[in-house]
């Protein structure tokens, strides 16, 4: 009898069990390793060359060969004048917030994370610019009487250019302010949209000035202003409303140090950290014209919905676009907005932040915003 037949039955059966059970385990992949907490100390070190400045700039060429850019507020209206000249200043920042390279499922590019409204600060000043030119335009030919309207269009430009000179006497102020508001007068009453809702007349008079507004968006790592910035490209922005408030930015460098996503989902009362670009540090820090640094807030994640992160990490203006990172160094939340309250105070309306009360867009929000990305 064979040593197997030996033993009693219930034994044999517990004996059985084992065996398969020991084979079964010999085919199963390994546990995942949990990943250890690290000290923020630790992390800031890690995280702090990989969060980024991001700089929207725009440069706005005319027809002609000429550049605009802004030199002033019209005294009536408090609207944008726009000077010109021959010269190829370079781009002029409009807006500011913070950005970050995300591990993504291709590896042919790097791409960064930030909010829509962060890559848009520039579209508002470029489009006050195409609406003071397109209206230029327009009172050059109201106004030129028995001149040719372009030799009226170029005597306007130089009244403008007053606008950037030092000292202006009583008549050549005069004859700018006078000149500036009669502009945004024909625009509010010709080229408006109300005045013109098919706006036929404005994009008339619009292509006639040729505007064309180029967007650069550059990022800033940490350390001196005097290292050469990345210049990325637009990738993807959010286009509805109720889209998520996000935009990809991408550099054709592969090689970039990029942040993971945090598998593990978050939970409320989890601490965390927010890293970004607050302008509030600069206002402290009298030598930040000489170099760039994120700032780190650590707080804890007060409340958890399907598609935001409330965090009491303080936000302020220039978080936007910055990671919200668990204390395994991994992104978990974009930072998007903070929240505010309004208070009348007689006829005025007051409107109050809450630097401690932010939110964040969920990483689930980004995956699904480009699926392409996180495969």
């Known amino acids: 009898m064979s040593e197997k037949q030996n033993i009693p039955i219930g034994n044999r059966l517990i004996w059985a069990l084992s065996v398969a059970m020991a084979a079964t385990c010999l085919f199963l992949p390994p546990a995942p390793a949990v990943e250890k907490l690290e000290t923020w100390e630790k992390l800031d070190k890690k995280l702090k060359t990989e969060v980024y400045q991001l700089n929207v700039a725009i440069k706005i060429r005319l027809r002609g060969g000429l ?7 019209s005294p009536k209206y408090g609207f944008a004048v726009f000077g010109t000249s021959t010269d190829d200043k370079g781009f002029r920042v409009v807006g500011s917030g913070s950005s970050f390279p995300i591990q993504t499922s291709l590896n042919d590019r790097s791409y960064f994370l930030t909010n829509r409204h962060v890559v848009d600060s520039g579209e508002g000043l470029g489009g006050e610019c195409e609406r003071f030119f397109a209206a230029l335009r327009l009172h050059a030919n109201q106004t030129a009487g028995f001149q040719d309207p372009e030799s009226r269009y170029k005597e306007l430009l130089n009244i403008i250019n007053l606008s950037q000179k030092k000292d202006m006497n009583i008549a050549e102020k005069i004859t700018y302010q006078t000149t500036v508001d009669a502009i945004w007068d024909t625009y509010e ?31 800033h790592s940490a350390g001196p202003v005097s290292q050469q910035p990345l ?14 408030d996000l935009a990809i930015l991408w550099v054709a460098n592969p090689a970039i ?48 919905a399907p598609h935001l992160l409330q965090v009491d990490a303080p936000v302020s203006i220039g978080n936007s676009g910055g990671p919200v990172v668990s204390q395994r160094g991994k992104v978990i939340g974009v930072i998007v907005r ?9 006829t005025a309306v007051i409107q109050t932040e809450l630097p401690n009360f932010g939110g964040a867009i969920t990483i689930s929000s980004v995956k699904s915003f480009a699926p392409g990305l996180f495969k």
Do not use: C, M, W
């Not at 409320?268 to 402290?284: F, K, M, R, T």
């Open 67 to 73: 550049y605009a850019h802004l030199t002033d507020k």
């Open 231 to 244: 210049q990325a490209q637009l990738f993807k922005v959010a286009s509805r409303d109720n889209d998520p």
């Open 257 to 304: 140090p990029k942040l993971e996503i945090d598998p593990v989902e978050p939970t409320e009362g989890q601490e965390i950290q927010v890293i970004g670009y607050p302008l509030a540090s600069d206002q402290i820090d009298f030598d930040s014209g000489s170099y760039y640094a994120p700032t780190f807030s650590t707080g804890r994640i007060s409340r958890v």
């Open 189 to 219: 009453n010709l080229l408006s949209v109300k005045a013109d809702p098919t706006r036929a007349q404005f994009t008339k008079y619009l292509s006639q000035a040729g505007v064309d507004v180029e967007t650069g968006y550059f990022l």
């Open 338 to 346: 903070r929240a505010s309250v309004q208070q009348k105070l007689g």
